[in-house]
Nanobody, 126 residues
Framework: QVQLVESGGGLVQAGGSLRLSCAAS????????MGWFRQAPGKEREFAAT????????YYADSLKGRFTISRDNVKNTVDLQINSLKPEDTALYYC???????????????????WGQGTQVTVSS
């Protein structure tokens, strides 16, 4: 079983930055792709970013490219999401997810990920 615990969310003013972190345990972290999704109230879960097993390949939602950066540390078993120039529409519950594959390529489907954390809330005030 894989456990994922997100942290780093909070209340921030528009234009600010946040760094979300996800700590993974329960299997060999470095073998698998990881992803970040978000879900705003009343909306479907939305893909944000994914990173392959080594960290050499990343893929972002087109609408978030340039402000979001995903990275991973295979020694610490963590995957981070840096969010810059935050906007009120970034307000959502942000989820970390783990794949059963080493590289999810440009697959944005939630179904491509087998394990999920509980989420960390990001609220952006205008």
């Amino acid at each position: 079983q894989v456990q994922l615990v997100e942290s780093g969310g909070g209340l921030v003013q528009a234009g600010g930055s946040l760094r979300l972190s996800c700590a993974a345990s329960g299997r060999t972290f470095s073998n698998y792709a990881m992803g970040w999704f978000r879900q705003a109230p009343g909306k479907e879960r939305e893909f944000a970013a994914t990173i392959n097993w080594s960290g050499a390949r990343t893929y972002y939602a087109d609408s978030l490219k340039g402000r979001f950066t995903i990275s991973r540390d295979n020694v610490k078993n963590t995957v981070d999401l840096q969010i810059n120039s935050l906007k009120p529409e970034d307000t959502a519950l942000y989820y970390c997810a783990a794949s059963v594959y080493s590289d999810n390529g440009s697959n944005t489907r939630p179904g491509a990920y087998a394990y999920w954390g509980q989420g960390t809330q990001v609220t952006v005030s205008s």
